[in-house]
């Protein structure tokens, strides 16, 4: 059974503050995701990476960046912590045929103050 | 990019009666379309998936219809229980899943 491990369920920061959201996969996938979930906006695709040091933009990359120095782990940065990055934050991945499904992690709930 | 929408956004029902949820796609490139269900403060699960190559498909109460020209697919869940109450999203794949913006399901008893 695969699974995907976010280090944090809960996280509180302060404005500015570096975060670091960790990832890691137990199933040798080679792509990983990371989404944000908000209330009637869905899953919007932050960062992904198809391989090891790959990184692809997704759909809202403004403020946050990414590192994948290993296969099984995928950290999401936020440079400088800001209000509107509070939001539950969803790590995911697949084989590299997406078509066989995604794997979620738990979900970290990042609150910035 | 792909565009999903999903419809609607919130949805109840009495135990035992039918719920539809419905999304359209536009990239006529999607080739696999999942559903996933989100229980409260849970990751959300595969429940079912359906590929362009078939109409439709079932697992028990759960049930996903696909239609190809008219780029729209339906998630039917028949003698709905108090456990099916959970948020629901709806994806179209190309190169990566593009999700709906979910269903809010909630099933009274």
């Known amino acids: 059974d695969v699974k995907v491990t976010q280090s944090s369920r809960y996280l509180v920061k302060r404005t500015g503050e570096k975060v670091f959201l960790e990832c890691v996969q137990d199933?040798?996938?080679?792509?990983m995701f990371w989404y944000r979930q908000d209330p009637g906006l869905g899953l919007r695709l932050i960062y992904f990476?198809?391989?090891?040091?790959?990184?692809e933009k997704g759909d809202i990359p403004e403020g946050y960046s990414v590192s994948r120095e290993k296969k099984e782990r995928f950290s999401l940065i936020l440079e400088s912590a800001s209000t509107n990055q509070t939001s539950m934050y969803l790590c995911?991945?697949?084989?590299?045929?997406?078509?066989?499904?995604?794997?979620f992690g738990s979900g970290t709930r990042l609150t910035v103050v | 990019g792909e565009n999903v929408e999903q419809h609607p956004s919130t949805l109840s029902v009495q135990e035992g009666d039918s719920a539809v949820i419905k999304c359209t796609y536009s990239d006529s490139a999607s080739n696999y379309f999942p559903w996933y269900k989100q229980e409260l403060g849970k990751r959300p699960q595969l429940i079912i998936d359906?590929?362009?190559?078939?109409g439709e498909k079932k697992d028990q109460r759960i049930a996903v219809t696909l239609n190809k020209t008219a780029k729209h697919f339906s998630l039917h869940i028949t003698e709905t229980q108090p456990e099916d109450s959970a948020v629901y999203f709806c994806a179209a794949t190309g190169n990566q899943f593009y999700f709906g913006t979910g269903t809010s399901l909630t099933v009274i008893p």
């Open positions: 990476s198809y391989d090891v040091k790959m990184k």
């Open positions: 199933m040798d996938h080679e792509n």
């Open positions: 995911a991945s697949s084989n590299r045929r997406i078509d066989y499904g995604y794997t």
């Open positions: 359906i590929r362009s190559n078939v």
